[in-house]
Structures are given as C-alpha cells and as structure tokens.
C-alpha cells in the first residue's frame, strides 16, 4: 500500500509520462532550449495565487504549450490537462514556505505545490531537466532509457524473490498436508509475501513514469504476481486467530504497513495473526484450509465457506469421506467429489514437491 505522498506523486508522473500529450508539450519545451512553470489544476486555491496574464480557456495541444513557454509567466492546465486555462501568469505563493531549491521558477514551484494540492511542473532551461513538485515530494524526470534499466534491474530482483516465495509456498503445502505446520513456517511465507508484493511496487511506479515505453515490463509485472494477493490472503485467513473477512483485510493492511525491520522479525508478524502474546515461533499451528482449497478447480467460494464453517480445519476435512461431505448442508455429490479428489491431488504433488 503507498503512502498518501508517494500516491499523489504517481498520479502526478502518470501525467506527465511518455505517450501522453503533456509529455509531448514538455518535450518540445527542453528541445528548443527553453523553460516553463507549468500548473496541472485552475482551482480557485489555484486562482488565489495568481496574479496577472490573461485567460484562454483552449483546448491542450503540445504545440500550444510550447508556444505559451515563450513567455515568462506561469501555464494553468485543467486539473486533467485537456485545456490550457491560463498564461504569463505571476504566482505569489507565500514566501514563508520552506523550499530546498534555489533558481526562482523552482523556487516558485516548490512552493505552490506546499501550499495547494496540485502537481506543478518546472522545466530547467539550463539543465534541461523536468521536475515534478506535488505536496512536499519532488521527482526530477530522468530518461525513458534510465528508467527502464532501474525497472529492468527490479523485475530481476522480483524474479528471484517470487522463486523463493514459491518455495516457501509449496514447503508449506506439504506440511499443512502432515499436519507439521509450525507458527514460523505460516510467517515465513507472510514475510516472503510482503517483500514480493513490495518490489512489485516499486515496479508498478517504474511502468507509470514509462508510459507506453512500460508496455512489456506492465506485463511482466502481471505475470510474476499471478496469485501472489490472493495465497497472502489465504494464508492469512488459515491461520488468524479470528476466521472473518473483515479482520483478514486488517491484518492485510497492518502487514503492509510494517516497517521492513518489523516484517523481518517474525512475532511482528505473528502478532498480526492475534497469536498469544510471546508466542513460541516453534509452536503448531493447523490451517483451517482456504489456500488449499482454493486451489481446487472449480470450487466455489460459497462451498468453502460452508465446509470450513462445518469442519474447522484442514485435517478433519481432509480425514471426511465424500459421504461425510455430501451430507454437509449446501454440498451435493458433485462438489464433495471434486472437493475429495482434488485434495487427494494436491496431497500427492505436495508431498512429491517436498522431496524432489
């Protein structure tokens, strides 16, 4: 989950991406050597701080935004920059901002950014640089190819977490199947979860400031976290001490807010789970068998439901016979057939992944 900061920024860069019309308008900004302030929202806190220039009101083009850099005021864009509403436009934010920078343009949009919720934009004309401001956060645009090694190099990482997730995954497959499963071994793979899901963050910002040019690594991204949310749900929901849908989705939030010492150290996470205070890290565990049902082909959700509420944990429903599970209210024989044999099956690759 990211934070409100770091979520205004992607929104922020998304805007700003290659593919889009206000890239196209920037680009052809640095090209001709030149610089802009650019404001992407024409609020009235927008209008509060503007002095000057004269209203337009038509519709964005990135020739149009080029031609209006020529001058030295400020460009109010919509806050969806479809329409250029303003231009040589002087902003007074207040003076008494905190701002890190030290050119005036940048100055200026350090502080319209503090002091109104909007992204701003400033084009060096000396580095050649464009820079996004939004609340308190700044990013300096770096080029597509830059951008792409950074995303390239974290899908590899991904990779390699995703492969020792899936480990830890089928490890725990085979020990909830012999009733070994021990409060470490749930955590471990809640810990291996969380990283996995982590570094996919940082990859979903890289596909956002590519844009188009993100197109591949957007997929590659899909592929490698097939299924990853849902085993981290389901494993949640076997272990925690309180088997609701609503406390799951707690402790799902309260696992992604962690800080990553506090995710390394397991009885952080196991006290996510509500287990006794001081839990032995040691101490059994017995699933109740979401994930392992849910990995049955077309199992409803509703029959899961229904046979975990009637047994309780996975090995008293795995030890229950097709009849004993057709005569379960709301499980005809066709779904205690497909859930027998499809736990049989799993039992069989589980224990074989364990000893290949």
């Known amino acids: 989950m990211l934070d409100e900061g770091r979520a205004h920024m992607i929104e922020a860069l998304a805007a700003v991406a290659p593919g889009r019309p206000l890239r196209g308008g920037l680009d052809r900004i640095l090209q001709a050597g030149k610089g802009a302030l650019i404001v992407v929202g024409d609020g009235p806190e927008v ?123 089928n490890s725990l497959s085979a020990l909830e199947v012999e009733d070994l499963v021990t409060t470490r071994d749930a955590v471990t793979v809640l810990q291996r979860a969380e990283m996995v899901r982590r570094i996919a963050d940082e990859v979903d910002g890289y596909t ?61 996470v196991a006290a996510i789970l509500h287990l006794p205070a001081g839990t032995d890290v040691d101490a059994s565990l017995v699933p109740r068998g979401h994930r392992l049902l849910a990995k049955v082909p077309r199992l409803p959700q509703a029959a899961v439901d229904v046979l975990i509420g009637r047994y309780g944990n996975l090995q008293k429903l795995m030890r229950a016979t097709v009849e004993d599970l057709e005569a379960v209210a709301g499980i005809d024989g066709t779904t205690a057939r497909l859930v027998k044999e499809g736990l049989a099956r799993l039992t069989e690759s589980s224990i074989l992944d364990s000893y290949s």
Request: hydrophobic content about 40%; some cysteine; aromatic content about 4%.
């Open 47 to 169: 209008l509060d701080i503007c002095s000057g220039g004269f209203l337009l009101d038509a519709e964005f083009s990135p020739q149009r935004l080029y031609e209006l850099a020529k001058m030295d005021g400020a460009i109010i864009l919509a806050p969806d920059a479809s329409r250029i509403a303003r231009a040589n436009v002087h902003l007074v934010p207040n003076p008494n901002l905190a701002t890190t920078e030290t050119g005036t343009r940048h100055r200026t949009a350090e502080r319209v950014a503090r002091a109104v919720d909007v992204p701003v934009i400033a084009v060096s004309e000396d580095l050649a640089v464009i820079t996004v401001y939004r609340g308190g956060v700044k990013r300096a645009l770096d080029p597509v190819a830059r951008v792409l090694g950074r995303a390239n190099q974290a899908l590899q990482t991904l990779e390699r977490y995703r492969d020792r997730l899936a480990a830890v995954t």
């Open 208 to 268: 956002v400031e590519l844009g188009t040019d993100g197109r591949l690594v957007h997929l590659q991204l899909e592929e490698l976290m097939g299924g990853v949310d849902d085993d981290r749900r389901h494993v949640i929901r076997d272990y925690l001490a309180d088997d609701d849908e609503g406390a799951s989705e707690g402790a799902v939030r309260a696992l992604s807010s962690l800080s990553t010492e506090r995710l390394l150290d397991p009885r952080s």
